[in-house]
């Protein structure tokens, strides 16, 4: 069984920075995607990046192109998100999530960690 669980939330003022964390157990195909995905309140849970497990191939949301950056020790079974130059939009709840296809739908991951809140102040 694939485990997730996501760490490095926080609340943090505008233009600051954080690094998410998802540290995955089980077992992970080296077709695996492991994708990170964000919930605002009372909107749909959306996409912001993903890497595949075995090679450096990533794709990122346009709205966090330049800011984020996701990747990945595999050694470490760890999967990071550094986001820099933070916005208030950026606020939501985060999840990482693995799945088998190299996707942006979130409908395509199997598996889901609970979730990081991340809260960007002006």
């Known amino acids: 069984q694939v485990q997730l669980e996501e760490s490095g939330g926080g ?13 995955a157990s089980g077992r992970f195909l080296s077709s695996s995607v492991v ?5 605002a309140p009372g909107k749909e849970r959306e996409f912001v990046a993903l890497t595949r497990w075995s090679r450096d191939s990533t794709l990122y949301a346009d709205s966090v192109k330049g800011r984020f950056t996701i990747s990945r020790d595999t050694a470490a079974n760890t999967v990071l998100l550094q986001m820099n130059v933070l916005r208030t939009e950026d606020t939501a709840v985060y999840y990482c999530a693995r799945g088998s296809q190299y996707s942006s739908d979130p409908r395509d991951y199997r598996f889901w960690g609970q979730g990081t809140q991340v809260t960007v102040a002006s």
């Open 11 to 23: 609340s943090v003022q505008a233009g600051a920075s954080l690094r998410l964390s998802c540290a």
């Open 35 to 39: 994708g990170w995905f964000r919930q």
